[in-house]
């Protein structure tokens, strides 16, 4: 760091007003030094930046829209985001009022994946989704004293973009990024407040019952069809970027951008992807287990109409996706107060392997509550009891207990009821 700038800083941290006519310090400067492998860097599209006594090296990449990305073009995402924009239900996934560029389809690379103060980001990038290409950027840390440096060009660089795309963002990713900006925001731009899509929740919610692991390389592979070739393992990027450290080459590290640059396209392809499957749920061409899951986020947003029109097409006897859609179809049905079709539906289901128990419960409830018929409503309450030990096997004991309290209660109750009448 120049004196100049030491001086400049002392004064801040003393309450020392600047003088107005020579406010603005130039930090920047340009540095004739060569960095180590310099030739190497430059042929791998990397070019250090310097700011203050620091450098990033940044590395920037570039696509065609027509690049095909697994079963994908990145062009394809323009399509998305214009549907978005005449999408009337609200959905977290919701590009509505955003444009193509807002998103930025951000990953790091860090010394570990713990989210202590120890752990240190050492690669920063995204790609953005241009008019006529997709730019890849990343930013890595060539050593710790230069982390003023890959924050202050990071920052700079994203500026006030409106939306992070993530994959455990939310989680991981951008706790981090605020741990780290934390011992150096004196010197570097404040932390933009970002929108944030963190497409992991989104994966969970449509997948985690058909994959064996929602981890993005299962999701690129078994979703998105893409598959990497000779990839470097995450686990050891840590290791690489160590070895990295000791001898300053970029071989070392090499494998770790290819991994991290496939990580943001990727990211860029899932959005993609999710939002075509929420988008196009009501179509023949979402699997019947997705329909469903896009049902219960709807259902669980508040947007009712949509979930239960989803339902209705699901709903059925035979398989464990129709007939938890009749299920919960059922249940909209008895929010709606159309009792009648709603005990339609519920007794449907009395038989079936997993919803025998519930079904009979919520008859149960409807004949004593709204039908007053005590008689059927004994009759069905008979039915819970005859199948609660296959419904609470798995539950606790303490809660085994608590239903079959409540399953005497309502015997006796009923028992009561039926006598009187």
């Given amino acids: 760091m120049t004196m100049k700038n030491k001086l400049a800083r002392m004064k801040q941290h003393m309450g020392i007003k600047k003088d107005q006519s020579h406010a603005k310090v130039v930090l920047e400067t340009k540095h004739s030094n060569q960095i180590p492998y310099q030739a190497e860097w430059y042929q791998f599209d990397t070019k250090p930046s310097w700011f203050e006594d620091g450098y990033t090296l940044i590395r920037e990449k570039e696509y065609s829209l027509d690049h095909q990305h697994g079963r994908y073009r990145f062009s394809d995402i323009f399509n998305v985001i214009d549907r978005w924009q005449n999408h009337q239900q609200s959905h977290p996934l919701s590009a509505k009022d955003r444009s193509v560029e807002n998103l930025i389809f951000f990953d790091t690379e860090t010394t570990g994946l713990s989210s202590g103060v120890g752990n240190t980001i050492f690669m920063l990038g995204y790609c953005q989704v241009k008019s006529d290409s997709v730019k890849v950027k990343q930013f890595f840390l060539p050593g710790p004293e230069s982390e003023v440096a890959l924050y202050h060009h990071f920052l700079t660089d994203v500026g006030t973009l409106g939306n992070l795309v993530t994959y455990n963002g939310k989680a991981f990713d951008w706790p981090q990024v605020k741990t780290r900006h934390t011992f150096v925001r004196d010197q570097v731009p404040k932390l933009p407040k970002f929108g944030h899509f963190d497409l992991l929740h989104a994966s969970r919610r449509l997948w985690k019952d058909s994959l064996p692991s929602c981890k993005l390389s299962i999701i690129e592979k078994e979703i998105l069809e893409f598959e990497r070739v000779e990839d470097t393992p995450s686990y050891m990027a840590p290791m690489l970027y160590f070895d990295f450290l000791r001898e300053q080459d970029p071989d070392f590290v ?6 991290h640059e496939w990580d943001v396209l990727s990211l860029l392809i899932l959005y993609t992807h999710l939002s075509t499957t929420i988008l ?17 986020w709807y259902e669980a947003l508040g947007e009712k109409d949509i979930a239960m029109n989803l339902y209705e097409q699901l709903k059925g006897i035979g398989n464990d996706v129709a007939e938890a859609s009749l299920f919960a179809y059922a249940k909209g049905k008895k929010q709606q107060s159309d009792f009648t079709t709603a005990l339609e539906s519920f007794t449907k289901l009395i038989g079936t392997k997993g919803f025998t128990y519930l079904a009979a419960l919520e008859s149960s409830k409807l004949y004593e509550h709204q039908f007053k018929d005590f008689e059927k409503a004994l009759y069905y309450s008979g039915k819970v009891l005859k199948d609660k030990d296959e419904y609470v096997s798995n539950l606790t004991q303490a809660k085994q207990e608590k239903i079959m309290k409540e399953l005497e209660q309502r015997n006796g109750r009923l028992e009561r009821k039926k006598n009187v009448t």
């Fill in 254 to 259: 090499k494998g770790v951008f290819q991994h």
């Fill in 280 to 296: 196009d749920c009501e179509a023949d061409l979402i699997s019947p287990r997705e329909k469903f899951q896009v049902a219960r």
